[in-house]
């Protein structure tokens, strides 16, 4: 990024303000609502911040390595931009700015098969990593023909979404009649919810090379299922708290997943996981517990909705400046060498809400 890109965006919470400013209030609660009393979307938030660091000291931590795996691929941060639906709403090239950022920084997105510039677009603009992601709206022929497009546009692996058989109520948008979003992606929601184990099996046998992700994976049961079935990636995530209200915070759910698969690093599948992630701290924790990567939906959206493709990457720059930060001080040289009692339970200090983890942002929130 530019040196004056850097100064303008010092700390995350500059380009989360940023991205209100330039969001009108449609689109913004689009963002950062969830469903119904958001009590999923806050129990994310209260599971990282209900864990604290036990740090050791002297310890030679004069250089630190914060990068991650990826599919067997080294990445520079163990960090994937989550697919989010609609992101052409916050800046007009959408998945195409998104990964061109990521690419550049040097991380996967997973691109979400309803926004725009579409399966193709994203991956052209994206020589880097990347995921398709893939809401079911047709029957075999359908997720066959996406399947052999992802293949041939370059991707790394592909996702099908399955915690979404219904669309949830979410409140912000239905309360403003602001039906734009959840009307569309409600056309062909009879396939989504007609998902079953079935058409995963259906899916191992037909693509077989193909690597595939189950994302919306939020319990120990499904996880060992999906192991059965030969699905290469769990990804546990409650959707951000879009779906099932009164769920779990997926920091809660990651342990018992991870125990389900084999435990970390040696399972029989990768963890992956998303929800609420918002600080470096966030990510060291959930990789101590487990996970290989760790996908954020809406932290990248400020960023993209602030400065496009620069807001991005300062995002990720940010991100990186504070998993090293948090690495260095817990007297770790790397996130592989955070040791598991390092993290211990304590009562969270703050009240969760989507931007609790910017309490800077007070008063701004006030406003809205």
Not at 147 to 152: G, I, L, P, Q, T
Request: overall charge neutral; aromatic content about 8%; glycine content about 10%.
């Amino acid at each position: 990024m530019s040196a004056e890109g850097e100064e303008r965006f010092q700390t995350l919470h500059e380009l989360v303000k940023a991205a209100r400013f330039r969001l009108n209030a449609d689109i913004w609660d689009y963002l950062v609502g969830a469903t119904e009393t958001e009590t999923t979307m806050k129990r994310n938030r209260a599971a990282l911040d209900s864990i604290a660091f036990r740090p050791r000291v002297l310890r030679d931590v004069s250089n630190v390595d914060s990068s991650g795996d990826f599919l067997g691929r080294r990445i520079r941060l163990p960090v994937f931009l989550a697919p989010v639906g609609s992101l052409d709403s916050f800046e007009a090239g959408g998945a195409a700015t998104a990964g061109r950022a990521a690419s550049a920084f040097g991380v996967p997105i997973m691109v979400s098969s309803v926004t725009q510039p579409g399966l193709e677009g994203s991956a052209a603009a994206t020589p880097g990593p990347k995921v398709f992601q893939l809401y079911t709206r047709g029957d075999d022929a359908f997720i066959d023909d996406h399947v052999r497009r992802a293949v041939d546009a370059g991707y790394d692996a592909f996702a099908i979404t399955v915690d979404t058989a219904h669309y949830s109520r979410r409140e912000r948008d239905i309360a403003k009649r602001f039906v734009k979003h959840w009307r569309a992606r409600n056309v062909g929601m009879n396939y989504q919810a007609a998902l079953s184990w079935r058409d995963v099996a259906r899916f191992r046998e037909v693509h077989p090379d193909v690597t595939l992700i189950l994302k919306g994976i939020g319990c120990g049961e499904d996880a060992a299922i999906a192991v059965q079935h030969g699905v290469q990636v769990v990804y546990v995530s409650n959707h951000g708290g879009r779906q099932l209200d009164h769920g779990r915070g997926s920091l809660e759910v990651l342990p018992e997943v991870v125990q389900a698969v084999g435990g970390p690093g040696g399972g029989r599948a990768r963890v992956w996981m998303d929800g609420g992630i918002s600080r470096g701290t966030d990510l060291v924790k959930a990789i101590a517990l487990g996970a290989e990567v760790v996908g954020i939906g809406r932290l990248y959206c400020y960023g993209l909705a602030a400065a496009g493709e620069h807001g991005v990457r300062r995002v990720l720059e940010l991100l990186e400046d504070e998993v090293q930060t948090c690495l260095g001080l817990l007297g770790a040289t790397s996130l592989a060498a955070v040791e598991r009692n390092q993290l211990v339970a304590a009562p969270a200090v703050t009240a969760p809400h989507v931007h609790s983890a910017f309490p800077l942002l007070a008063e701004l929130e006030r406003g809205y």
